[in-house]
């Protein structure tokens, strides 16, 4: 048992558990990660990095010079109309597969001494008052800890388990969306990101590593696509196609997975950042909408941010209550006025012709254009 019983548990291996496992590793704590897919695997993201987290991911060991990322500065938004609108992104960011970058993350991680549990998904997770301890239940295993790590993303099997509030009730389909990803060989500038409006959602494009490749990504509601039976390429004939650049990509960049990736009941419900004890980190706190394109660094930030205070329970200088207030109260302030500002912008990109309007009287001003970017993004940061 005592083998079984680590200081943390961190329950999903995504940005958010994998950079809080390789801090809380490096601080000489021990540390255990469950990651549900073995390493590498493919995800559902558009992979375009902001450079909020570039120090950040340096701080952890990952080397980014040495793997040439194509380096964006740019956004180019358009509409059904067909019409291209360019902006500067002051912060700007990189290209990286998650495929990539997970696994590269994951190295890194068990280099520290965590112990990487792949392929493993965890069905319960229990908090024991008397014990002052969470009890985390694998198929094949118990295991114990001091803290638990919610970074399991924005929808788990765990989050049924724990009947969080934001899973009880089903969402309309108006609000409840799908996202389905390519990798595709394309020729398109380096620098840019490219986010193409359609009806009722956006398709983000921008280079990642390898000679040629492209991440294509788009979000949707779940009405749409049940307006076609479920039928992703009728759904993108029907819909996506009546944007021209769409229709242009989708019918002549070839794909380079056999099919889509798809993912569905995505939902931008608030969260709460600490329940039953465990401390929710990344998506598992709070989902950013995609156009933001900053979920990642968020993830990542959120980890810097709790990890310090993980420490200082685990040493003794803070308690429980005082641990789960402090991060509560943190994650709100870093936090929830992105991801308020990130919904309200989702919403104007669903009126075609309300985002038109908007996107001309923005392209004059790129100060306006910017300033509304950096609402949903942070400063560059490190951990403390
Ligand atoms: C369509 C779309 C496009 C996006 N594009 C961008 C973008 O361009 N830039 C950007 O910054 N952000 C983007 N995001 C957001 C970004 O993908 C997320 O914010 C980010 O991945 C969050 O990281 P995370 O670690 O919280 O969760 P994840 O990366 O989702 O990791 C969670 C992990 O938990 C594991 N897991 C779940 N349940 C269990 C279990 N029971 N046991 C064990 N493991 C479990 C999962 O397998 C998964 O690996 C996008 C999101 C969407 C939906």
């Known amino acids: 048992m005592a083998e079984n019983n680590y200081d943390v548990a961190i329950i999903g291996g995504g940005l958010a558990g994998i950079a809080a496992s390789i801090l809380l590793a490096k601080a000489g704590k021990r540390v255990i990660l469950f990651e549900k897919h073995k390493y590498p695997f493919h995800r559902v993201c558009g992979e375009f990095v902001s450079n909020e987290s570039r120090d950040f991911l340096i701080s952890l060991g990952l080397n980014i010079e040495e793997l040439e990322l194509p380096s964006i500065d740019k956004l180019n938004i358009s509409t059904s109309n067909g019409g291209m609108k360019t902006f500067p992104l002051n912060l700007g960011g990189f290209g990286i597969s998650r495929y990539l970058l997970d696994h590269k993350l994951a190295d890194i991680a068990k280099s520290n001494g965590v112990v990487v549990m792949e392929g493993t998904a965890v069905m319960d997770l229990a908090f024991h008052d008397a014990l002052e301890l969470h009890e985390i239940s694998t198929s094949d295993n118990t295991y114990t800890a001091r803290i638990a790590i919610g970074a399991f993303g924005k929808r788990s099997a765990i989050d049924k388990q724990m009947n969080r509030p934001f899973i009880r009730k089903p969402l309309p389909p108006g609000r409840n969306f799908t996202a389905v990803k390519y990798h595709v060989k394309a020729n398109l500038p380096d620098d840019v990101i490219e986010l193409h409006i359609f009806k009722d959602g956006y398709c983000g494009i921008s280079k990642v590593e390898g000679e040629g490749r492209y991440c294509m990504c788009y979000l949707t509601t779940a009405a749409s696509l049940q307006q076609f039976g479920g039928d992703i390429k009728a759904m993108e004939e029907g819909v996506l196609f009546k944007n021209p650049i769409l229709k242009e990509y989708l019918t002549h960049f070839p794909s380079l997975y056999a099919d889509p990736l798809v993912i569905s009941q995505v939902n931008f419900s608030r969260k709460l950042p600490v329940e039953d004890h465990v401390l929710m980190t990344g998506d598992a706190a709070g989902l950013i909408t995609p156009l933001c394109g900053n979920g990642m660094s968020m993830a990542l930030h959120a980890a810097a941010l709790a990890i310090p205070m993980v420490e200082k329970f685990l040493e003794g200088t803070l308690n429980r ?64």
Request: charged letters at 20%.
């Open 321 to 384: 209550i005082e641990l789960e207030r402090a991060y509560t109260n943190n994650w709100n302030q870093l936090f929830s006025m992105r991801l308020k500002v990130g919904r309200a912008l989702q919403h104007l990109f669903f009126d075609e012709r309300l985002i038109q309007y908007t996107l001309s009287a923005l392209q004059p001003f790129p100060s306006l254009s910017n300033y509304l970017i950096g609402r949903t993004h942070g400063k560059a940061f490190v951990s403390k």
